[in-house]
């Protein structure tokens, strides 16, 4: 097994070797931090399989803390935030998404926000657990966001990481892509296409080797034998980001809600497609975090100026902190 410490291959003189790890469909081959857990259920005229961990403090405090990915990450990416957050009493729940890393790569299956959120209550269900604290990081932000309009009497609080969707790409022009095209775009992706585009979009230009295995699990995943299912899948669910806004719906939220944002971020699902016009329009993360304050009830923001679209990995020791003091 390959874990996220060695998973990321440096030449000498700094290049990165193309022809690292080969995973499979499922991120078989790369190991996780603690357990892999699977929760089967019944969706959609098949039997889907979940992976997940449950981390259990050696000092409970009673609170449990759902953690939901991003579209380029999985639950292990969560690593150091599940340490800070087991040290401090909480019991951790780090979900794979169906579509996801550890989780099934179904062949037919319909993407959408509300039954990703459908699927993961049913998973806290099965575990006996009726009241969460959501922290969701890019996509899973909108996921969390998601969840807490359908199930608010299970959300305590709500915390998003650089959450995407906080503005409506379609309405302000970006030009829609086909599930066609963006599988087109997913085949045969390289980790070198990966760090470039997390480079530019989500760091500010800047690079760390801690960034790396990331990259490296994601591209092994490409490597290996499932890579048309994994493309397949990543083509829909970019779909479901793209076409299925939330950020209309801010003003119903009725949980307390945090958002932390990278002031350095500028994410903006079909972005590169856009005229330059409407380029120039997109992915401000600072007016649209404070835009999101401004109609979520009982949101407060936490701005990091000098950090981008993935906090907890930058600038893990601001990022905990913020994040405990928020939670407290």
Same mark, same amino acid.
């Given at each position: 097994?390959?874990?996220?410490?060695?998973?990321?291959?440096?030449?000498?003189?700094?290049?990165?070797?193309?022809?690292?790890?080969?995973?499979?469909?499922?991120?078989? &081959?790369?190991?996780?931090?603690?357990?892999?857990?699977?929760?089967?259920?019944?969706?959609?005229?098949?039997?889907?399989?979940? +992976?997940?961990?449950?981390?259990?403090?050696?000092?409970?405090? &009673?609170?449990?803390?759902?953690?939901?990915?991003?579209?380029?990450?999985? !639950?292990?990416?969560?690593?150091?935030?599940?340490?800070?957050?087991?040290?401090?009493?909480?019991?951790?729940?780090?979900?794979?998404?169906?579509?996801?890393?550890?989780?099934?790569?179904?062949?037919?299956?319909?993407?959408?926000?509300?039954?990703?959120?459908?699927?993961?209550?049913?998973?806290?269900?099965?575990?006996?657990?009726?009241?969460?604290?959501?922290?969701?990081?890019?996509?899973?932000?909108?996921? !969390?966001?998601?969840?807490?309009?359908?199930?608010?009497? *299970? $959300?305590?609080?709500? $915390?998003?990481?650089?959450?995407? &969707?906080?503005?409506?790409?379609?309405?302000?022009?970006?030009?829609?892509?086909?599930?066609?095209?963006?599988?087109?775009?997913?085949?045969?992706?390289?980790?070198?296409?990966?760090?470039?585009?997390?480079?530019?979009? @989500? @760091?500010?230009?800047?690079?760390?080797?801690?960034?790396?295995?990331?990259?490296?699990?994601? +591209?092994?995943?490409?490597?290996?034998?499932?890579?048309?299912? $994994?493309?397949?899948?990543?083509?829909?669910?970019?779909?479901?980001?793209?076409?299925?806004?939330?950020?209309?719906?801010?003003?119903?939220?009725?949980?307390?809600? $945090?958002?932390?944002?990278?002031?350095?971020?500028?994410?903006?699902? &079909?972005?590169?497609? +856009?005229?330059?016009?409407?380029?120039?329009?997109?992915?401000?993360?600072?007016?649209?975090?404070?835009? *999101?304050?401004?109609?979520?009830?009982?949101?407060?923001?936490?701005?990091?100026?000098?950090?981008?679209?993935?906090?907890?990995?930058?600038?893990?020791? !601001?990022?905990?902190?913020?994040?405990?003091?928020?939670?407290?």
């Amino acid at each position: 097994m390959v874990s996220a410490l060695t998973a990321g291959l440096v030449l000498s003189g700094g290049a990165h070797a193309e022809d690292g790890p080969a995973y499979g469909p499922n991120l078989e &081959g790369f190991s996780y931090p603690w357990p892999v857990k699977i929760f089967a259920f019944p969706s959609q005229r098949q039997t889907l399989h979940m +992976a997940y961990m449950d981390v259990q403090p050696d000092h409970p405090n &009673g609170r449990v803390a759902v953690l939901l990915h991003g579209k380029n990450f999985c !639950a292990a990416t969560w690593e150091q935030t599940i340490h800070v957050l087991s040290n401090a009493g909480w019991r951790v729940i780090a979900t794979d998404q169906i579509g996801f890393c550890k989780s099934d790569k179904p062949e037919n299956y319909q993407f959408s926000f509300g039954q990703l959120a459908l699927n993961t209550h049913a998973l806290l269900e099965s575990l006996s657990i009726h009241e969460t604290t959501l922290i969701g990081h890019s996509t899973g932000g909108m996921l !969390a966001i998601r969840y807490a309009l359908m199930f608010p009497a *299970a $959300v305590h609080q709500l $915390v998003l990481v650089d959450p995407v &969707g906080l503005e409506d790409w379609q309405e302000k022009g970006v030009p829609y892509r086909s599930v066609d095209a963006w599988y087109a775009s997913e085949r045969g992706k390289t980790a070198d296409q990966i760090r470039a585009y997390e480079k530019k979009v @989500y @760091y500010d230009g800047h690079w760390q080797p801690s960034f790396e295995p990331w990259v490296q699990m994601l +591209a092994g995943m490409y490597r290996g034998p499932g890579r048309d299912a $994994v493309a397949w899948n990543s083509a829909r669910l970019y779909d479901m980001i793209f076409t299925q806004p939330v950020v209309h719906e801010f003003p119903k939220l009725t949980v307390p809600t $945090v958002l932390m944002i990278g002031d350095k971020d500028i994410t903006a699902i &079909g972005g590169d497609a +856009a005229s330059p016009e409407v380029r120039a329009t997109l992915g401000h993360y600072p007016e649209l975090g404070r835009a *999101a304050t401004s109609v979520i009830p009982h949101a407060r923001l936490i701005e990091f100026p000098a950090l981008g679209h993935t906090p907890q990995l930058q600038d893990p020791a !601001a990022f905990h902190e913020k994040l405990m003091d928020a939670l407290r």
